[in-house]
């Protein structure tokens, strides 16, 4: 990365506009909201959407293709981040139409939610394109803090204020790993930006133990905030707590953003240090998915099962990054048909981020638009006759979990598709059936909420109204969910662009 | 005697490792937060004596950054924590169990 002539400063900023947009935003929402003093705060989440949709113009005004190295090295802007930002940017629009619902049918509103929401985002955008350990560690804590608020803060509810503390103290701890192998990094490397510890680590220096302790340590906190198996415990709790707007939040972008970042580094350390590195990433996948399938279908509460759920996701995920490291992917670029092993992996990866965005969202947003104001829509044993009484949410419903399931024809199952005729050609073919196998176990507890909703019959008690402009919101999600499923090679084949396009 | 890199790093490991283990063993959450900030110090630590070792500023700069996001930490960990206390009347993390099953 380094011997890239710097653009002039000009361009820099032009490369930095969408991130000084959402950081410009999140600060103009704080003030409109201090200085127009209504009851009502819809124009704050107009505000926000407006920001958000201006930085995607932004981010589209350059065009694609090619990479642009900014702030001395610290940012490595290309179509890789630009993905990423766009996922991000999508995540936070749909959870400020939840957002928003929510606050209208409780009556409570919580003003300062907007900029967090716009600081955390900027915090993703920063963790996509960080190409120095002091990016990814802003990044990380720009999103985490505000997150920590996101799900701590209703207040008056002790709940989301245990979510959210839990959260920050399990978190604060895993940033201290995160650091701590940080610093060993840089002491192995002598220089934070990645590609110091590329030259260190390819001119072999001696003391490469301090390496892999370090790198081990920076995994311990990334496997926190990807929620990997054993790092996972806070998850159901937080998700349980957390208000279900800000858990279907944390369940897509900030998982996204966790790969996003993860991806990058274990390409960075993979070549020099495959001997510790992959057989390490392996157990770990192959524990994650297992462990998150497994807990998932002794769950009662939707959003616990949900929780376990997005557990399970990482290790299908972290699959696609054992692939995307594995020796036949060969990302040092050596071989023809390692590039092309690699790359249908990278693919596989963008799409399955983007997927499982979409159809978690939308559950997310049927679980948040059935909540009332100081109850949320969590048991679901209540769910029955849904069908019946909400038809519209029961059906979003019901796509999102065939398609968290991976059954065709919904996005999910294409997702899993990807994944795991690219790990196949990556001739890791017992991976591929640890991961088939443990699709199969979790269609039941998927099947189970859909069961459920259709075919029990309705009691007292079910939950009985729904937010309509969720639940529309959700509805669109649902529609993309089929769509994509449907036709999912222009998608796939930009992921697949954007693979071609870089070296990490 | 001269201070050496792994005086430096010795102390570091020592520290983090105190910050490591009181978090795990005490169950008073104020004490919880302070254990964390330990460990961060003990990353400051290692972040400037590499930092000299190389002779290189940049580990100076993530030290300065460190403080700025630890303080931020522990203002938002302590302002939920006050809300849970006015609730709950405990800062006792085995006491905070409306979320388990």
């Known amino acids: 990365m380094n011997g890239f002539i710097a653009p002039a400063i000009g361009d820099q900023i032009g490369v930095l506009l969408p991130y000084l947009i959402v950081a410009g935003g999140g600060l103009l929402v704080m003030l409109v909201d201090a200085l127009v003093r209504t009851k009502r705060k819809d124009h704050l989440s107009f505000l926000t959407m407006a920001v958000l949709l201006l930085s995607v113009l932004a981010q589209m005004r350059g065009g694609f293709g090619g990479e642009s190295v900014v702030l001395s090295g610290m940012l490595t802007v290309g179509d890789y981040s630009r993905y990423f930002n766009f996922l991000f940017v999508g995540c936070a629009v749909l959870t400020t139409v939840f957002a928003g619902a929510a606050f209208e049918r409780s009556g409570r509103q919580r003003p300062e939610f907007f900029p967090l929401l716009l600081f955390c985002v900027l915090g993703m955008m920063v963790l996509a394109a960080a190409s120095d350990l002091l990016t990814v560690f802003l990044g990380i804590e720009t999103m985490s803090l505000s997150l920590y608020v996101l799900a701590g803060g209703v207040r008056g509810n002790v709940r989301s204020a245990e979510a959210g503390f839990k959260y920050l103290l399990l978190g604060g701890f895993a940033s201290a790993f995160l650091l701590m192998g940080m610093a060993l990094l840089y002491g192995f490397s002598g220089g934070t930006a990645f590609s110091d510890i590329a030259r260190a680590l390819a001119a072999g220096a001696s003391d490469r133990g301090l390496a892999v302790l370090g790198g081990g340590l920076m995994l311990i906190g990334f496997g926190f905030k990807v929620a990997m198996v054993p790092f996972h415990m806070w998850t159901p709790d937080v998700y349980d707590g957390a208000p279900a707007y800000v858990s279907g939040f944390m369940a897509t972008a900030v998982k996204a953003a966790g790969f996003a ?79 092309e092993v690699g790359e249908s992996a990278g693919a596989a990866l963008l799409f399955y981020l983007l997927a499982y965005s979409l159809m978690n969202l939308a559950a997310f947003g049927i679980v948040g638009a059935l909540s009332k104001a100081d109850k949320e829509a969590d048991e679901i044993e209540r769910y029955a006759g849904l069908s019946r009484r909400k038809p519209l949410a029961a059906a979003v419903l019901a796509i999102a979990m065939l398609s968290l399931a991976g059954i065709p024809p919904m996005v999910g199952f294409m997702s899993k598709f990807y994944l795991f005729s690219a790990v196949v050609r990556a001739g890791l073919v017992p991976l591929a059936i640890v991961g088939v196998i443990n699709s199969l176990v979790s269609v039941y507890y998927y099947l189970r909420v859909i069961v459920v909703m259709y075919m029990k019959q309705p009691e007292d008690g079910g939950y009985d109204s729904a937010d309509t402009v969720a639940v529309s919101a959700a509805a669109v999600l649902a529609g993309l969910v089929l769509l994509l499923g449907v036709m999912p090679d222009s998608v796939h084949r930009a992921a697949q662009e954007i693979f071609r396009q870089i070296t990490f | 005697m001269v201070v050496t890199l792994n005086h430096c790093l010795l102390l570091a490991a020592g520290i983090f490792v105190v910050g490591m283990t009181g978090f795990v063993v005490r169950r008073n959450a104020l004490v919880m937060l302070m254990c964390i900030e330990l460990m961060l110090s003990a990353v400051n630590i290692v972040f400037a004596a590499f930092s000299r070792q190389n002779g290189d500023a940049s580990g100076h700069v993530f030290v300065l950054m460190n403080f700025a996001v630890a303080a931020a930490e522990a203002a938002i960990g302590l302002a939920i924590l006050v809300e849970i206390y006015r609730r709950r009347r405990t800062v006792d993390v085995d006491e905070l169990k409306s979320l388990m099953e």
């Open chain 1, 261 to 339: 970042i993860l991806a990058r580094f274990a390409c960075l350390m993979q070549p020099q240090l495959a001997f510790s590195w992959y057989p390490v990433l392996v157990g770990l996948a192959i524990v994650t998915m297992s462990v998150g399938n497994l807990v998932a279908l002794a769950q009662n509460n939707i959003k616990r099962l949900l929780a376990w759920s997005s557990i399970a996701h990482a290790g299908y995920l972290l699959v696609g990054i054992v692939t995307l490291i594995s020796p036949a992917a060969g990302n040092s670029g050596q071989m023809m048909l390692g590039r």
